[in-house]
C-alpha cells in the first residue's frame, strides 16, 4: 500500500450520536469558504455521491488555483488498494474527483488530501515545503524521514449499500491539558448502528499514534471484526466494526502498543516500547520484557 493511502486510510471524523456538544460532533464543512483563496488558513468542503461504479466528490475550497487534490477509497479490513484519483483545483476553488468503487461490500473510508510537498514551487511556498504555515481545522501532521509534517484533510465514511450521498466531515477540535502525557487514559464511547458498531474515543494521546480495535470472544478465536486509526489532533479517535452475527457476548477492544514504527515525537514521550507508559489502562506486551501496551475494554451485550 503506498505510503499516502496508509497513512490516509481511517482519518474520517465521525460525530458521536450520544452527545449534543462534542469535539467529534458531525457536520458538513461551510459550503463557502471565509478566508480569500490562497490563505494560509485553508477551507475545503464538499459532497460524496456514490452509485454502483463510482463515488464521486464535489468539492470547494479556497485552495489556489492548479494545486493538486488526491483522492483515495479504501475498504474496512480490506487489502485493496488503487482505488484513487487526482484533481486540479479550478480557478475558483471548486475540483472534482471520481473514484473507482471497489466490487466488494464493505464499509468504506474515503479521504481527500492536499500535500503541499507535493506541489509546484509557487504553491509550495505558500503553504511551506513541509505545511509548516498551514492553519485550521483541516490541517494533520505526517511523519517524513523522522520530520512532523503537514497536510489538509477531510473526509467521510459511509456503507455504499445502504447511503448513496453523504457530505465531507467537517472536525471540531478539543485537545486536553494533558495532552501528550505519558499517563494515558481513554474514554471511550460506543453506539450500535445496524449492523455495526462505532466507537468514539477520546484520549490524551499524541496525534499519529496508531489504535486498534477488536472484538474478543469468550473461548475461541474470529477473524474480521477489527478496526485500526490514527489518532486525531486532540486526541480524539474513531473507528468501527461489524457487529457479530452468532455470539451473545463478546468485549471491545482498544489497544494502543509503541513500537520501533511510531513517530519519533511519539517514541520520544512514550518509549520504543512503550516502557514510560503509565496510568490504569497499562498492561504488559507480550513480545519482550519490560514492554508495555495500553488497552482499554468494554463488555458488550447485543441488542436483540
Known amino acids: 500500500m503506498a505510503q499516502h493511502e496508509a497513512e490516509a486510510r481511517a482519518y474520517t471524523v465521525t460525530g458521536n450520536p450520544n452527545q449534543n456538544t ?3 460532533d458531525e457536520r458538513a464543512a461551510n459550503r463557502t469558504p471565509v478566508h480569500q483563496q490562497g490563505s494560509s488558513y485553508v477551507e475545503i468542503s464538499g459532497d460524496v455521491n456514490i452509485d454502483r461504479k463510482t463515488v464521486k466528490v464535489t468539492g470547494r475550497s479556497n485552495l489556489p488555483a492548479g494545486a493538486r487534490i488526491k483522492g483515495n477509497l479504501a475498504v474496512k479490513n480490506s487489502l485493496l488498494t488503487g482505488y484513487t484519483d487526482e484533481a486540479t483545483v479550478q480557478k475558483d476553488g471548486s475540483f472534482v474527483l471520481r473514484v473507482q ?3 466488494i461490500q464493505g464499509s468504506m473510508d474515503l479521504t481527500v488530501l492536499f500535500r503541499p510537498a507535493d506541489q509546484d514551487d509557487p504553491i509550495r511556498n505558500l503553504y511551506g515545503s513541509g505545511g ?4 485550521g481545522p483541516y490541517v494533520y501532521q505526517y511523519e517524513e524521514k523522522e520530520q512532523l509534517r503537514q497536510e489538509v484533510r477531510i473526509g467521510a465514511e459511509f456503507d455504499p449499500e445502504q447511503e448513496q450521498s453523504t457530505p465531507l466531515v467537517k472536525p471540531v477540535w478539543n485537545k486536553p491539558k494533558d495532552y501528550g502525557s505519558p499517563k494515558v487514559w481513554i474514554k471511550p464511547d460506543m453506539k450500535q448502528e445496524g449492523n455495526y458498531y462505532h466507537v468514539y474515543a477520546r484520549s490524551n494521546l499524541l496525534e499519529g499514534s496508531d489504535v486498534k480495535l477488536t472484538i474478543d470472544f469468550p473461548g475461541r478465536w474470529q477473524f474480521g471484526y477489527d478496526d485500526q486509526t490514527k489518532v486525531m489532533p486532540d486526541g480524539s479517535f474513531s473507528m468501527r466494526v461489524k457487529k457479530p452475527s452468532l455470539a451473545n457476548r463478546y468485549t471491545m477492544a482498544i489497544s494502543f502498543e509503541p513500537n520501533e514504527d511510531i513517530w519519533a515525537n ?7 516500547s512503550g516502557e514510560h507508559l503509565s496510568g490504569t489502562l497499562v498492561k504488559s506486551a507480550d513480545d519482550k520484557e519490560g514492554s508495555k501496551r495500553i488497552e482499554a475494554r468494554i463488555p458488550i451485550q447485543p441488542k436483540s
Open 22 to 24: 462534542s469535539s467529534l
Open 101 to 103: 468503487r471497489p466490487g
Open 132 to 135: 509548516e504555515k498551514l492553519e
Open 266 to 272: 511519539s517514541k520520544r514521550v512514550y518509549g520504543a
